[in-house]
């Protein structure tokens, strides 16, 4: 089993109602599986005190790391710093250090009230800087809280998971295919009970201009040395039912 789990918090009403799409999640996860992260949960909240303290609660208790996108900005409705801190009862207080940031980045006296607000976090956090538009975000506990906009969160993301104790990455291969899930469906379900320490997927397309479709069969596992017995069984499988295959 994996050492360390992780689940993400997407926090805006601008998700859940369609506005926006969310992007932060397939980047962090699929950086998270890169470097030996099992992600197990992904959960969309809106902008609401009670929602966000009680999930990120929640998540705390439950995974290694927990990663927050979204509000915390400098508008009204940017409320995961307030609301972080009082989940975990700590005063949510200027950070120094943010401030004096985020000052040297404005221009002399467009570093107003608002944007002041961005520097705002629980006390004892530590930042995450944001070497783009200056406004850092912040770890506290096992919670990383970074901003909604995925450039920026890229960027940051990218110099947070350096810092990360991780564990064995996840191997993955994909098998694609000109067989239908029909066809192949009790076989795969054969190989799948063979070896419980992998995950086998079968994920079907089609193409409509050409008439025709198939299936992607994705090969995954945290634990295993190697995959190889498997891909050559599922291979070796779709040639005996008439099928191609290849290694995508």
Known sequence: ????TAGIIVIGDEILSGRTQ???SNFIADKLTKEGIKLEEILVIQDVKEIIKKNVINF???YS???TTGGIGPTHDDITSESI????????ETNIQAFEILNNYYPEGEFNESRQRMAKMPVGSELILNPMTAAP??????IFVLPGVPEIMQVMFLELIKTLKKGKAKLITTINTNLYESKIAIELKN???NYK???IGSYPYFNLAAKSGGVNIVVSSWTINSLDPIVVEITNMIELKGGKSSIV
């Open 191 to 193: 190989i799948q009970n």
């Open 1 to 4: 089993m994996n050492s360390y």
């Open 22 to 24: 969310d992007t932060n």
């Open 197 to 199: 320490d992998a995950s």
């Open 85 to 92: 801190s009082e989940a975990f009862q700590l005063n949510c």
């Open 65 to 67: 790391y927990v990663f």
């Open 60 to 62: 705390s208790s439950k």
């Open 137 to 142: 975000g912040f770890k506290i506990k096992n």
